[in-house]
């Protein structure tokens, strides 16, 4: 799976986890997620989490997770890709 493809199900997983009322289009992979998306929580990361784990196959470990994984789109999505490789 490209990182293309990855980015496109990692932001469709952002608006319905969240709940945004945005199109796929105005998530960019610049898009800054944690402390500039309100509904980005601590409660949103534990489902964004889950979501990613069944989405894509694989387990995050807790070392593994931290602040600079969810500063923008493009971290989180190169998170999913090292992890499913």
Known sequence: MSNKDVSAIIKQ???ETLSLDMAIEEL?????????????????????????EETF???A??????AEVFESVETLVRFVVERSQ
Do not use: K, Q, R, Y
């Open 61 to 66: 470990e807790d070392d593994d997770l931290s």
């Open 28 to 52: 960019a992979d610049d898009t800054l997620l944690l402390g500039n998306i309100p509904e980005f929580d601590s409660m949103a990361i534990v489902s964004i989490i889950t979501a990613i």
């Open 57 to 59: 196959g694989f387990m």
């Open 13 to 15: 997983l952002l608006i």
